[in-house]
């Protein structure tokens, strides 16, 4: 009922009354004022007027199940959609669901991870109601040793997604932080789980910093968030349906050829290392190369001083700009 009546707010631009809702709804009027009453509380700014009604001023940055499916865009990724207000990981809650049978295109969405985990065994912080916490479970029929190519199509999908809502440039980090003025606002963890020739499931865990004014001591310098690079409170779910209509787009180009050969001009079009050089990070040393581009395996293409190519593999080594974080 409140959903209806919030849809009923959106396609009208005046006031709508109380009278008419209640009649359009076959419900009572104290039924109409309850909803209202409790749509002012979730965050949407609804004015009541004495014998005009109410009309909606500002949607809010709410983010619920009814606001991102009202929203979705996509045939399959998100049906269906699971949301928690807290949860301890969206990765973990997947994980532990996934033995269960749940279908391929399931997401999982949190306004709070109480156990929010990043790369390399490092924890990501996940404060309430500010930024979007988001996992998606996908059973691709591909070899396991591609599955790590599904990051890199999730940070281009993000990355669009970022710029679309916001208007704001969104870079590529290789091969998934993605960077806004040379911050990072978003980072992905991609978990598997497969036979030697067979993948069970792939969790990609996407975590953006929407909102958020304030960063744990670590990550301050090399931070930002949406709302800090707009000057604008972002609404989240908007973003989330925009997150999901371009992953499931850029995922249904990469599976026709099981490599990103459909995706590397938009993404080598947002890779920020392009031409910058950087410092490679191996186990046996370290040194520096010019980043040129992505290839269709999704390795970097670097040059060496002496000018011959080299092709750096994600997950071998870490890639760090000589200057600042990018
Ligand atoms: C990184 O270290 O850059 C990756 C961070 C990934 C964070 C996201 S938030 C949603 C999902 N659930 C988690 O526990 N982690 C990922």
């Not at 691709?140 to 970022?162: E, G, K, N, Q, W």
């Not at 989240?236 to 997150?243: C, N």
């Not at 992505?294 to 071998?316: A, C, F, H, Q, Y």
């Amino acid at each position: 009922m409140k959903q209806k009546i919030l849809e009923l707010l959106k396609e009208q631009e005046d006031y709508l009354s109380g009278q008419m809702i209640s009649e359009k709804l076959h419900v009572s009027r104290t039924a109409v004022w309850k909803a209202i009453k409790q749509l002012k509380e979730e965050g949407y700014v609804i004015d009541s007027v004495n014998n005009r009604g109410y009309r909606l001023v500002e949607a809010a940055d709410v983010m619920n199940e009814a606001e991102v499916v009202s929203q979705l865009a996509t045939n399959w990724l998100g049906r269906p959609l699971r949301y928690f207000d807290e949860i301890d990981s969206t990765n973990e809650y997947l994980k532990r669901e996934a033995a269960g049978g749940l279908i391929h295109g399931t997401v999982a969405l949190a306004n709070e991870q109480t156990a929010g985990k990043g790369r390399l065994g490092r924890s990501w912080s996940s404060p309430t109601g500010s930024s979007i916490y988001i996992s998606y479970l996908l059973r691709p029929d591909i070899a396991p040793i591609h599955a790590s190519m599904l990051t890199i199509v999730a940070a281009l999908a993000t990355a669009r997604a970022i710029e679309d809502t916001t208007g704001l440039n969104a870079g590529i980090k290789w091969p998934n932080d993605i960077v806004v003025n040379k911050h990072k606002v978003c980072g992905i963890l991609t978990e598997m789980s497969s036979d030697m020739d067979r993948i069970q499931y792939v969790i990609v865990g996407i975590g953006v910093n929407v909102n958020m004014t304030e960063f744990p001591e670590e990550i301050k310098e090399t931070a930002t968030s949406l709302r800090l690079e707009t000057g604008e409170v972002v609404r989240r779910a908007p973003l989330v349906a925009k997150m999901l209509f371009f992953f499931e787009h850029y995922y249904e180009l990469f599976l026709k050829t099981e490599d990103l050969s459909g995706l590397l001009a938009d993404y080598n079009a947002h890779l920020v290392n392009k031409g910058k050089q950087v410092r490679i990070v191996e186990r046996t040393g370290e040194w520096t190369a010019i980043a040129e581009e992505m290839d269709e395996k999704g390795e970097l293409v670097v040059t060496l001083p002496d000018g011959t190519k080299k092709n750096i593999i994600s997950g071998e080594v870490s890639v760090r700009g000589l200057y600042g974080y990018v």
